[in-house]
């Protein structure tokens, strides 16, 4: 039953997602309207879930967000005459490497032996990185303490989204699909502030485009960069407090220090010499704070283990 209202919300979400089209010739005010109704629709659409199917219910989240980004773009777009052509807009509306379609479309297109190669070691590490995650959820974690099992899902939940998701981006330019890579080396940031110009790509150009620039951008770098990461908060407690049904507040608290972090990391450039510690102290802070951001997870999904009181 759960995974037939699973497959009926996003169903439905492509279907508005689609429906959405016409609406870009319409009138400012009316397309506003327009797009504010099936905004709300589409984000209520995990609620048909069954509430006990929380990771779900967290899925469907994901993808009603994107949707919702991906609808506020084409939007703006259309403000600006932007309006692609059919063939175009279909493909993208459910395409998780194009929110910003614009910007999507306009990135420099690699060679398609160089994008067969990344797929070929994106998918192939991104497949070794879920078997090395299967063996890490395998371990009796019970007998060890927290701070190991943390480290050790969190390095393998970051290999993860660095390979499968890049290879992904890389199979679907070869299918002919406009696609942004998912994240460059953030493993290998010098601080916060590189980390998140690394990290989901798609997204970064969506904060990027409709906030932090709107919001003062290098004028008021620090209002503008706090206030970018606070709506990043507030998604992500959509995201996670839907399928938990309570409010975790983890997320925001998770934003909010990276945000801190960001702001006070924007004009440092490591020298030569303290790159190799940089790296390390970031890498460090990341896998720290997201113990924040995995207390979400695990309110929807046992992603660390139960350990008796005491």
């Known amino acids: ?10 169903a439905l979400m492509i279907a508005l997602g689609l429906a959405f089209y016409p609406a870009l ?7 506003a309207m327009v797009f504010w109704v099936f905004l709300a629709a589409v984000l209520l659409l995990p609620l048909i879930i069954l509430p006990r199917a929380k990771l779900l219910r967290l899925l469907a989240a994901v993808m009603a967000a994107m949707m919702g980004l991906r609808l506020y773009d084409r ?6 005459g932007f309006r692609p052509a059919w063939r175009v807009y279909a493909v993208s509306i459910a395409n998780p490497f194009a929110i910003v ?3 999507a479309l306009a990135e420099p297109r690699p060679a398609a032996t160089s994008d067969a190669l990344a797929a070929i070691l994106g998918l192939s590490a991104g497949a070794a990185a879920i078997c090395l995650m299967v063996g890490i959820f395998r371990i009796d974690w019970a007998s060890h303490s927290v701070l190991p099992e943390h480290c050790s899902k ?3 939940l ?28 953030f493993y290998l940031a010098r601080t916060p502030a590189e980390f998140w110009r690394f990290y989901n790509r798609p997204v970064g150009q969506f904060l990027n485009e409709y906030l932090f620039t709107p919001l003062g951008g290098p004028r008021h770098v620090v209002s503008a960069t706090l206030l970018t990461f606070a709506f990043s908060g507030v998604m992500h407690e959509y995201l996670f407090d839907l ?20 702001t006070a990391t924007l004009r440092i450039r490591p ?21 924040l951001f995995l207390a979400a997870m695990n309110a929807v999904v046992p992603f660390y283990v139960t350990r008796p009181a005491g």
Do not use: C, H
């Not at 010739?25 to 397309?31: E, G, M, S």
């Not at 939007?75 to 600006?80: G, H, K, N, T």
């Open 75 to 80: 939007d703006r777009s259309a403000r600006r």
């Open 271 to 291: 020298p030569g010499w303290a790159v190799a510690p940089a790296i390390l102290l970031t890498f460090a802070f990341n896998l720290l704070t997201a113990r």
């Open 1 to 10: 039953m759960a995974y037939r209202q699973f497959g009926i919300a996003v």
């Open 101 to 103: 379609l614009r910007r």
């Open 25 to 31: 010739w319409l009138p400012r005010r009316q397309r």
């Open 154 to 156: 969190s390095v393998g």
């Open 243 to 262: 399928p938990a049904r309570r409010i975790l507040g983890t997320q925001m608290a998770f934003f909010l220090i990276q945000g801190l972090a960001v």
């Open 158 to 185: 970051f290999l993860v989204v660095q390979f499968l998701l890049n290879g992904l981006a890389a199979a679907s330019r070869l299918l002919g699909i406009p696609a942004t890579d998912f994240a460059g080396p």
